[in-house]
């Protein structure tokens, strides 16, 4: 078992194309439609984020809070910047289909996915500065996303903020509590050398919340795959385009502020993942079919983009920024 979890971090992109072509099969074959896919979510996230509180030292929380040129770059970039390119993707490739621009629009405008916690583990980036600003982020959603929606030219938005505060409980709180008093015993009874020896295994766990994800969504959605495979090219072409454009532009602000990989890595992520949970329930209640239909790919889109960017890219990112670090070290000591 200590294996499979090892190889499931090391080759989690294998495991999701097998996991994408398993759903797809089983969404065309089977009824997935009367499958409670909010409880098997809210499972598959909290068996994402657990492990990685668990390893977390939650002591560093405190330190992490004061990363205030982090946590603002960060922010800024998960709100304004995103919604800048958003903007532009729905001007331009959703110009002629207001529904899915409206899609691409929620996705720049309600950021700062409690994903990031997760990712940022898988990442080898610091989780404490992601839980800060995942926090930080989920708060200001009701504040910021209606504004930026607006000015974006769609309607302004009502967010229920007992819906966020529950959001906030479940999907943070409850695994950061948990996996506090998890380490905190585990080390009691084991010992810190045990600890650090299962800490190499929590990734793999983390990873197979992401695959249930991933395959509840594409099952759920596998018969519009199939029916609409023309839309299906375009929403990910824009969204794709977002990624793309947001990774290009943190990477650079990164270099430019000289973080280190740990802090890029962050940024990077925080400027990609999304909230699916606030969008799509948003998408559902308040607008059209399309722009949930559009919405509803973006799990599986983003989750593949995202391993390209942690297992592709990221070894390459990690050698400019910190190369650019120990450059800006040698020279502040000239």
């Known amino acids: 078992m200590k294996k499979i979890l090892l190889h499931i971090k090391k080759r989690l992109y294998l495991y999701v194309a097998v996991d994408f072509v398993l759903a797809l099969l089983v969404g065309l074959y089977f009824d997935v439609q009367q499958i409670n896919i909010k409880a098997i979510s809210l499972f598959a996230v909290f068996l994402m984020l657990y492990p990685m509180l668990t390893g977390m030292v939650v002591e560093k929380i405190r330190r992490a809070s004061r990363n205030y040129k982090l946590i603002s770059l960060t922010l800024f970039f998960a709100f304004f910047v995103a919604s800048g390119t958003a903007y532009v993707i729905s001007r331009t490739i ?90 905190r015993e585990i080390i009691r009874r084991k010992g810190m050398p045990y600890f650090m020896d299962v800490k190499q295994y929590f990734p793999g766990v983390s990873a197979t919340g992401i695959l249930l994800i991933i395959f509840f969504s594409v099952a759920k959605v596998a018969p519009k795959v199939i029916q ?55 998408a559902a209640t308040l607008f059209g079919s399309m722009t949930v239909f559009a919405l509803s790919f973006k799990p599986i889109l983003q989750v593949l983009y995202i391993m390209f960017l942690i297992y592709s890219l990221g070894p390459k990112i990690q050698k400019l920024l910190e190369g650019s670090k120990k450059k800006a070290d040698s020279e502040s000591l000239d």
């Open 94 to 183: 959703f110009v002629n289909n207001p529904e899915l621009a409206l899609g691409i629009i929620l996705v720049g405008a309600i950021p700062c996915s409690n994903m990031l916690i997760g990712w940022s583990g898988i990442a080898d980036a610091s989780v404490e500065d992601a839980l800060v600003i995942a926090v930080l982020g989920l708060l200001l959603i009701p504040v910021l996303s209606p504004i930026i929606v607006k000015l974006s030219g769609g309607p302004i938005i009502p967010i229920d903020t007992g819906s966020l505060i529950f959001t906030l409980l479940v999907y943070i709180l409850v695994p950061l509590i948990l996996g506090y008093f998890s380490r």
């Open 228 to 282: 609409h495979p023309i839309v299906f090219l375009l929403v990910a072409v824009g969204l794709f385009g977002y990624y793309i454009i947001q990774t290009l532009l943190s990477v650079s602000a990164a270099k430019l502020l000289r973080l280190n990989y740990s802090q890029g890595m962050i940024l990077i992520l925080a400027s990609i993942a999304s909230s699916q949970a606030i969008s799509l329930a948003l």
